[in-house]
């Protein structure tokens, strides 16, 4: 669980994601900030003259006076004998919400008050303050918001100009970027979403696959296990070979499954020495003719052997091919050159690389320079050119040096092992 989750987060695409879910962040932030500003923000919108009429951020603000609501009435203010009842409707065709606000109103004449509703009115000279009550205080598109007074006057009053002081707070659910933004968060959750349930399943294929390669792998080296218990001097011979040829093919440019094939292929290559009495096998002295014509029939043997070993493409060719020179004066088909199968060619170098590096019976294990002087003396007769120069690299470098110790009497570890 532990390793699924530093694994999430260390993969490329968790990491595309977080830094999309961080630009979402940010841009959301952004916005819901200027919002914020916005809101707070104190306007003030000057109406004059003709454009008395015309809405400023939507905001627009009427006064009627009803005929029946204009009367004479001499006795009530001296001089200002002609009174009515003034109505103002102020209309917010904004997507944003009108808060606290108050209106200037300028007239041609200085009134006198008498009664006013639905807020606070000032008369400073022929201006009127107002201010509304909290029942009028904030309001939406939608009806105007109403508030008058009853004013008297020498003659009936001319609106000059007036002016409104407010916030606007924006309607976030009338701003098409809010459902932009809405859009790309559902989409970022749906992507991450998709993406946990992708690799899981990614997980539990890589688990499963693993798990066939060390069945695969467990099952092979077992059966390797039974062939080279058959000879003391060869013990551990099928694996290292395996390394080396795996390491031989990495080297020169193989790769992926192919490699893992090379190496199950190379493991099999002396399965059909199974088959030879242990009298010849673990024969001390030399062998006779008849004895090495039994020999010598191990690749076909093995390669009849893996017939049924169908699984692994060309499995078969390792056993079948290993003994084949590249000068065609090997054995069993005496192939040449590029006839006998790559992997074949790269087994036949690791194969003769472990032999001459190991305890026989009849000799003392090769040191490296001896080995290297063989390897290249042989190179283009018994082995392909091509390989010879890897297989020397990997001798200089320790490659080889490592292997043998690690792979010694043992066997070693197992691939699967190597790939955790
Ligand atoms: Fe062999």
């Given amino acids: 669980m532990k390793k699924a989750l530093s694994d999430i987060i260390e993969s490329a695409s968790f990491k595309r994601l977080c830094l999309a879910g961080a630009a979402i962040a940010v841009i959301a932030g952004i916005f819901f900030a200027y919002v914020s500003v916005e809101s707070n923000r104190v306007r ?57 606000w108050s209106v200037r109103i300028d007239f041609n004449e200085e009134p006198e008050m008498d009664s006013s509703w639905n807020g606070d009115f000032e008369v400073v000279g022929k201006t009127i303050f107002f201010d509304p009550d909290k029942f009028t205080e904030s309001f939406r598109d939608g ?12 003659d009936k009053l001319n609106m000059t100009g007036y002016s409104i002081t407010c916030r606007l707070q924006p309607d976030v659910l009338k701003m098409p970027f809010f459902y932009v933004l809405v859009f790309l968060i559902f989409i970022w959750i749906i992507t991450f979403l998709a993406y946990l349930v992708s690799f899981a399943k990614v997980e539990r294929i890589q688990y499963l696959r693993k798990r066939d390669a060390l069945m695969i792998e467990q099952s092979i080296r077992t059966f390797t296990s039974f062939i080279d218990a058959k000879d003391t001097y060869t013990r551990g011979h099928s694996v290292r070979v395996a390394i080396y040829a795996r390491e031989l093919g990495r080297r020169a440019g193989l790769d992926g499954e192919e490699l893992n094939t090379l190496y199950y292929e190379t ?13 010849i096998l673990q024969k001390p002295g030399v062998l006779t003719p008849e004895e090495y014509e039994i ?16 699984a692994i493409p060309n499995i078969r060719d390792g056993a079948h091919y290993h003994h084949e020179r590249f000068d065609g004066k090997g054995y069993p088909d005496g192939l040449a050159g590029e006839e ?12 003769s690389f472990d032999a001459m590096s190991s305890l026989r019976s009849y000799r003392a294990p090769y040191d490296n320079n001896r080995i290297i002087e063989e390897l290249e003396s042989n190179s283009g007769t018994q082995f392909d050119p091509d390989f010879i120069p890897y297989m020397v690299e990997m001798i200089q470098d320790g490659f080889t040096d490592r292997i043998r110790y690690e792979y010694g009497a043992d066997g070693g570890r197992s691939l699967a092992d190597e790939q955790k």
Avoid at 63 to 91: C, I, N, T
Wanted: proline residues 6%.
């Fill in 44 to 100: 003030t919108f000057e109406y004059k003259n003709s454009g008395m009429n015309t809405k400023q951020s939507g905001l627009v603000m009427k006064m009627v006076v009803p005929d029946d609501k204009l009367w004479k009435d001499g006795s009530h203010f001296p001089g200002k004998p002609v009174g009515a009842q003034y109505e103002f409707y102020l209309s917010n065709s904004a997507d944003a919400k009108l808060k606290d």
């Fill in 143 to 154: 009806d105007p918001t109403y508030f008058g007074a009853v004013l008297y006057s020498e």
């Fill in 267 to 279: 493991l099999l290559h002396d399965v059909g020495k199974i088959s030879i009495p242990d009298s």
């Fill in 295 to 310: 020999i010598k029939g191990h690749p076909t043997r093995g390669s009849e052997m893996l017939k049924a070993f169908t």
């Fill in 340 to 351: 006998i199968p790559l992997h074949a060619r790269i087994i036949c170098v690791a194969d």
